[in-house]
């Protein structure tokens, strides 16, 4: 409404004339809490609520004529401005009930019934020689059709020119960070000691520069102390971690390696592609796989009972095993060290925590059966010409962060 302030119009039309949309009132202030303007005695909502009716009643005094419309519901009130102006017209026209609104409605369908795409021949075999990766089969077992937008019709997201920085940006920005970082820790022990924080701060602070700075200006401060201070938490994570008698870090034996292995399911050979964040192997001599995640869609396979009991379906494999990134992983990291004992977990940047995929309610022999069981029935899910690339709307969500929102509606 704001941008309104110099304008006359003939009609004015206002939708959504409820409360939390007018006015719209911040509950939090990003750089100056509450709690401080008003122990200086400004009350900024206040404030905030007189500008945005002040733009109200300028606006509708503005034009010829005005539609307010609103949603009446048990979850929804019209807005505090429509209510005050309603009460002025019943004062002046002494009769409460004097402002009558017209009711409207229409049936709306929110999604679009079953979007789904068959397959051709074309397609099949297209798909047969496709490198599935962890991701790309998750995101087939999460929906069918973001699936096939994804990796059938290959649609990419228009790179935004906002001034906003994406979660993934910043999960790439932390991957490459430390793979540099300790990169000269590769077949050593890794130290965590003064001088190693002091480059890793060093190169994150250079690095923050470059990537987040510039685009995000004057907001860039808060966003690089929030990220310092976990990667700073990170160090101490890890320092105390390289140090443990038994689990300790013996060597980096990669970081950020692909790997494209092939994989025979059911007598079908799929071509298979992973890339794993770090591998370290540790002084009891085990190997552990490491997967940094810095956001939180982090997931691993049920434990072993729960998995025992599912069906083999693509609904039930999206319940139970949830992620096939740990499993392929370990599948593949073990086909290399048959003699050593293996595990791989979930590095959690946030606040540093790891996440295990052997732990005590898990039989790995069987938990593997089960996932290679799943990933055979997926695999040749995706290939099959009957089955179709089907709309999987279950876990409102995904939807709400899936690129192809508006093609579903
Ligand atoms: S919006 Fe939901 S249903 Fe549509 S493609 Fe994305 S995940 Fe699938």
Known sequence: MLETRDLNFKNVIIIEANESKLPALRKSAPLVPHEVTRLLGIDMALREEELQRHLFYRLLYSASSAHIIYEENSGKERSRFLEELVWHEEKRLGRIGAIEARRAS?????????????????????????????????????????????YVMKLEEKEALTSDVEGNEIGIFIHELLEKSFTHFINKKPVINDDFRKDVLSSFEKQFKVEFAKKLGSSAFLLERVMRHRLESFLDFESERCREVESGVKEIL???????????????????????????LLEDGSIFILDYKTGLDAHKPKATKKLENMEFTRASIKENIRSFQLPIYYYFEKEKYPEKNVNAALYGLRNPKLTYFIDKNVDIDRT???????????LHEIVDLSKTFARDNSDPESCRYCPYKTMCR
């Open 106 to 150: 229409f049936n709306a369908e929110i999604a679009a019934p079953g979007i789904e795409f068959g397959k051709t021949e074309e397609i099949c075999e297209m798909l047969k020689k496709l490198r599935f990766s962890a991701t790309s089969v998750n995101t087939y077992v999460e929906c069918p059709l973001k699936f096939y937008y994804t």
């Open 254 to 280: 990669y970081l950020e390696q692909k790997f494209k292995p092939g994989l025979k399911l059911s007598g079908t050979d799929f071509d298979m592609q992973y890339v794993v964040d770090r591998v370290d």
């Open 368 to 378: 593997m059966e089960i996932c290679l069981k799943s990933l055979d029935y997926i």
